[in-house]
């Protein structure tokens, strides 16, 4: 034991520095959560000004946004169990400082495959980084202080829901030093340099008592069936959907179904697949997974299409376009506090199937507003769409997680809310991929430079169906989630085990 005689440093002195130092860790570790939610909004409203700038195709810029999700859901499972295993400080690192580089690299991407690649490595280095985030908070606070720090995650969450896009646009419009939109990943290097060092100094090192070993196999099987799924449909339109394209996507589900048969013997040698596939025997688990797959469809849909609508369709600048998109991301936050504070806990399920009607008619009424405006629509115009969608989507991401996981066996939870994050953001890809089919399919190759405005508002009314569509599936499934939740999701009992809570993240505008 240590002698405290040899110090002068007053008993308190310890405790105090412990508590700056965790407080610091706080700051870095949400700083670096911010950085990452701020990315996956900024790029969508920089995609005119890379287009124009690098001449990249639409499918190229489906697959800046979509190579992004796609890498983050494949390495999300594995880089969390990194952490438990080799510790969740030094996952922090090597994701932090990966995703710094990745950055760098597309900044200064010299074409749209360099700047695609880059926006690969930077999902998988998001992979390891996210995970830890929450676990590194959970080793770092004490349970009764969890509940405060929880909730200014929140706030970072819905900050970078709001901030995303308007930052995206200022960097855009400024062309700071004649460098267009490169700004957007530029920005992160000083706040990733400052994680990096600041974060080797203060944040602690914690690793899981029991953590389950790798399923590298099953990453590698996802990852396949869904680039054989994917590639095709973004790249389809444009080579004329060939036969090795439809081949490829018929491949994807024997894939899928090797995958199934590989963890079902995972699990029986030595417990530690990717998929725990006994989850699926919990109607209301089988069910949640359905919802958040489909409602990452939707929401990969409308934003991409969003985006090209406003800028490419509408011919509004960068600037115009993100701040049309505020009172969207506000009333996203504002229904995601009171579906779990109020509603969830007295109306249970209803509370979730009122926002999937919600949101569709804010779907519907923006179809009847692009229609009845078309070129000359204006952005306070879109205003009332916009909230109604915001209010119905805020209902449903806060209280989801926590309604999918009611009925989940304790010992399985921290592989349910993996796959439940996990599964989101492989919709969300697949619904960029499927921007191809359901925009432009409908405006076609032909078009004349004339009608190419009123093509693209032609274009958005006919993908909103689609995502008016999908809502509705959402709504049905979601009878079969529990009439009551547990309860909102806490940071107290009733969460995960550490390495499991890293693994939820709600959906962002």
């Known amino acids: 034991m240590t002698s405290t005689t040899t110090s002068s440093t007053p008993e308190s002195a310890a405790p105090a520095a412990a508590d700056r130092r965790r407080w610091f860790a706080l700051a870095i570790v949400m700083t670096a959560a911010f950085m990452d939610l701020v990315d996956v909004t900024i790029v969508n409203i920089a995609i005119p000004s890379i287009q124009q700038d690098t001449g990249a195709s639409f499918s190229s810029i489906q697959w800046i946004t979509a190579g992004y999700a796609l890498a983050f859901a494949a390495g999300l499972i594995t880089g969390g169990r990194l952490g438990d295993i080799h510790g969740r400080k030094k996952l922090f690192l090597i994701g932090i400082a990966g995703f710094t580089l990745a950055s760098a690299l597309c900044g200064f991407a010299a074409n749209p495959e360099m700047l695609v690649a880059s926006r690969i490595l930077q999902g998988a280095m998001a992979a390891m980084m996210v995970p830890q985030v929450l676990s590194i908070v959970h080793a770092t606070f004490p349970a009764h202080e969890r509940g405060k720090v929880f909730g200014l995650f929140g706030a970072v969450v819905g900050l970078g829901a709001v901030s995303g896009p308007l930052l995206g646009a200022l960097l855009t419009e400024w062309n700071l030093f004649g460098l267009e939109w490169r700004p957007i990943f530029l920005i992160n290097l000083p706040v990733g340099i400052a994680g990096l060092i600041l974060g080797t100094k203060f944040i602690t090192e914690s690793k899981a008592p029991k953590a389950l070993k790798l399923d590298l196999v099953g990453v590698v099987l996802v990852t396949l069936g869904l680039l054989m799924l994917l590639y095709p449909l973004t790249r389809g339109r444009e080579l004329g959907w060939p036969l090795w394209g439809y081949l490829s996507m018929a491949g994807s589900v024997l894939v899928f179904g090797g995958l199934i048969a590989y963890e079902r013997m995972k699990a029986a040698r030595d417990g530690s697949p990717l998929i725990e596939l006994s989850l699926f025997k919990v109607k209301s688990f089988a069910a949640g997974i359905a919802v958040q797959a489909t409602f990452g469809v939707g929401l990969g849909i409308f934003f991409l299409v969003w985006t090209l609508y406003m800028q490419l369709g509408l011919g509004w600048s960068a600037l115009r376009a993100g701040l049309t998109g505020v009172p969207f991301s506000i009333a996203v936050s504002v229904a995601a506090g009171l579906s779990v504070q109020k509603l969830v806990p007295r109306f249970g399920r209803k509370v979730l199937q009122s926002g999937a009607l919600t949101m569709a008619a804010g779907l519907l009424i923006y179809i009847w507003e692009a229609g009845r405006y078309g070129l000359d629509i204006a952005p306070w115009q879109m205003a009332l769409p916009l909230v109604v969608m915001g209010l119905g989507m805020g209902l449903i991401?806060?209280?989801?997680?926590?309604?999918?996981?009611?009925?989940?066996?304790?010992?399985?939870?921290?592989?349910?809310?993996?796959?439940?994050?996990?599964?989101?953001?492989?919709?969300?890809?697949?619904?960029?991929?499927?921007?191809?089919?359901?925009?432009?399919?409908?405006?076609?190759?032909?078009?004349?430079?004339?009608?190419?405005?009123?093509?693209?508002?032609?274009?958005?009314?006919?993908?909103?169906?689609?995502?008016?569509?999908?809502?509705?599936?959402?709504?049905?499934?979601?009878?079969?989630?529990?009439?009551?939740?547990?309860?909102?999701?806490?940071?107290?009992?009733?969460?995960?085990?550490?390495?499991?809570?890293?693994?939820?993240?709600?959906?962002?505008?």
């Open 397 to 509: 991401v806060a209280p989801l997680t926590d309604a999918v996981l009611s009925e989940v066996p304790k010992e399985h939870s921290g592989s349910a809310s993996g796959l439940i994050n996990t599964v989101q953001q492989m919709g969300n890809a697949l619904g960029l991929g499927l921007v191809s089919v359901v925009f432009f399919g409908s405006i076609g190759d032909d078009v004349a430079p004339s009608r190419l405005g009123q093509a693209f508002v032609e274009g958005f009314q006919h993908s909103l169906w689609y995502v008016a569509g999908v809502l509705g599936v959402i709504f049905l499934v979601m009878f079969a989630l529990p009439g009551r939740a547990a309860g909102v999701v806490r940071a107290e009992a009733g969460r995960p085990e550490p390495r499991d809570l890293s693994r939820e993240r709600q959906p962002v505008a």
